[in-house]
């Protein structure tokens, strides 16, 4: 919001020593989209984030020895091969 303080700090003055508003709101006009961002995109932007959010918490919920184990074997148990023909 500095961009903002700086425009009403150096904001032309009318005759009268008042603040000229319509100056004014046209400058902050042209400066607004160079530190605004469109509501779409925040918007696009924040349910990423919360999707993230809910995909991590669910991440840390695993069990990790419990994924080792079910991974090791579709029924949890190492299969040992034997080489029958020796």
């Known amino acids: 919001m500095e961009w903002l303080r700086k425009l009403i700090r150096n904001a032309p003055k009318t ?3 008042e603040i000229d508003v ?3 709101v046209e400058q902050a ?3 607004l989209p160079k530190y605004a961002v ?3 995109v925040y918007n696009a932007a924040k349910k990423e984030r ?3 959010k ?3 918490a669910e991440a840390e919920k695993v069990d990790v020895a419990a994924l080792q184990f079910q991974f090791t074997h579709p ?3 190492r299969l040992v091969w034997f080489d ?3």
């Open 38 to 40: 469109p509501k779409e």
């Open 29 to 31: 006009s042209k400066e």
């Open 22 to 24: 319509e100056a004014l």
């Open 54 to 56: 809910t995909a991590l």
């Open 75 to 77: 029924y949890g148990v």
């Open 15 to 17: 005759e009268s020593g």
């Open 50 to 52: 919360d999707e993230a």
């Open 84 to 86: 029958c023909e020796r």
